[in-house]
């Protein structure tokens, strides 16, 4: 196969940068031939090892640079290079807002096929740092004592830390005081190869608005050992802390939480609110992780709906319905659908929560429970979706194309599927007006996004 690529295996050769890929990789080209190597940038003159080839594309590594980007920094974390959290801590923040505008519109074109489209600059944060309120961390044992931290690059090996900077602080804390209250007491640490051990990951969700601290042990067996004496410790080491729980997974599996759950101190929900909206947060809602950006998003999404108190409104993929209640505020009514029977319990009470009616919740698939309520007559003035990665479900777009809802919201976390989906809601009568990302997760090469849709009339 290789004999015939411009380039070969452990070749040396000098390259210009010319692009990023999704995940952070610079792109340069050999006779056409894409390879992508971590931490270039572009513009990016360098030395590369060819690491790896494939018939369409290959691996380098930067062994050297000729000339920098202007946009490149240092970044300031010290485990930055072995650490899997963050990919651009290289690059300036200017430099990465450019970066995933750029990344956005390139799928609107090449994936949507809409060139005419209006994309307006990424949101960015004042301060891009320390915005996380949900840490999880997986938990091991190095020379007799507990680590905790991400994992490294391409590997399950844990980098211990002490402080990471797109977390908030208070979850450094929580997480450091945990790890050593455990250490104390002799807990085991859950070892993935063997299936042994007790402690598996230690999460801790703090509510940006109320600062109020929920710390979850999940641990491999259903008995911790000192229980009570780890709980007392935590209650009186870590301030604001109002629920402790612990969940029980089991399982050989690279899933997080299991199934059982049991609140060992407090309540088993903290709250916290963005804008006025209060929300109640247990161990497995989502809810979004950067609270300061959820808020410019759901405004936007809220802007975007044009709202005037006489329309129905259906939220697709509605979670523990935080945009429902927000489009509550200015809708006659909204109707929220949910997959996971729990964020639909949180759904109904947070709704109760802030006393507002209008608003009705169902559990089931978005795709079958849309066309049932349209059988029924329930149809939607506006149609918000804010689905998972994948996008959208063929049925809910083919659903939305026969309501034909006057304005859709479509709220997504990945834009090549946004693209893909903006160009069936297009073939099926809709128009793109505009689209406005929003940067959720900087430093991280990922980007939100908030597209605005109008029926052809």
Request: charged share 25%.
């Amino acid at each position: 196969m290789s004999a015939t690529l411009p380039v070969q295996k452990n070749d040396y050769i000098d390259v210009v940068f010319e692009d990023l890929t999704h995940d952070g990789a610079g792109v340069a080209k050999v006779d056409g031939y894409p390879l992508f190597v971590p931490n270039g940038l572009p513009g990016e003159k360098a030395k590369i090892k060819v690491v790896k080839v494939n018939k369409n594309y290959g691996y380098g590594r930067l062994m050297e640079l000729y000339e920098q980007s202007p946009e490149r920094v240092d970044a300031p974390c010290p485990i930055y290079k072995q650490c899997g959290g963050c990919q651009l801590q290289y690059l300036s923040y200017r430099g990465q807002l450019k970066a995933k505008e750029k990344q956005v519109r390139d799928v609107m074109t090449r994936i949507g096929k809409l060139d005419n489209i209006k994309i307006h600059p990424v949101l960015g944060m004042e301060d891009p740092w320390h915005y996380r309120n949900k840490s999880q961390v997986p938990v091991g044992e190095r020379e007799g004592g507990l680590v905790a931290g991400f994992y490294q690059k391409r590997s399950h090996d844990i980098i211990d830390m002490e402080t990471c900077l797109i977390q908030q602080s208070k979850n450094d804390e929580v997480i450091q005081k945990v790890k050593k209250i455990c250490e104390k007491y002799g807990i085991a640490a859950y070892d993935e190869i063997r299936h042994k051990g007790v402690l598996r990951h230690i999460m801790a969700r703090c509510g940006y608005a109320t600062g109020e601290v929920m710390v979850v042990l999940v641990t491999r067996t259903d008995d911790l050992p000192f229980r009570k004496k780890i709980v007392a410790d935590i209650v009186a080491q870590i301030e604001g802390v109002k629920s402790v729980i612990q969940n029980v997974n089991d399982r050989k599996t690279n899933v997080i939480l299991g199934e059982k759950t049991r609140v060992l101190w407090g309540r088993d929900v903290i709250y916290d609110s963005i804008g006025d909206i209060k929300f109640a947060i247990s161990s497995k809602s989502f809810y979004q992780v950067n609270p300061e950006q959820t808020k410019v998003l759901y405004e936007k999404a809220l802007e975007y709906a044009e709202l005037t108190g006489t329309e129905t409104v259906i939220d697709a993929y509605c979670g523990i319905g935080t945009i429902s209640l927000f489009l509550a505020q200015k809708a006659k009514k909204v109707y929220g659908v949910e997959i996971v029977p729990d964020a639909i319990e949180d759904a109904r009470r947070n709704a109760d929560l802030n006393g507002i009616t209008n608003v009705e919740f169902a559990v089931g698939k978005a795709e079958e429970v849309i066309p049932a309520w349209y059988e029924e007559g329930i149809t939607a003035d506006v149609l918000v979706v804010d689905p998972p990665r994948k996008g959208c479900d063929e049925t809910l777009l083919e659903t939305i194309i026969a309501m034909k809802p006057r304005k859709v919201v479509y709220v997504s976390c990945n834009p090549a599927t946004l693209a893909r989906d903006l160009r069936i809601l297009e073939d099926g009568g809709y128009r793109t007006l505009e689209v406005q990302p929003v940067d959720m997760f900087p430093h991280t090469t990922h980007v939100e996004c908030v597209a605005k849709l109008e029926l052809n009339l």
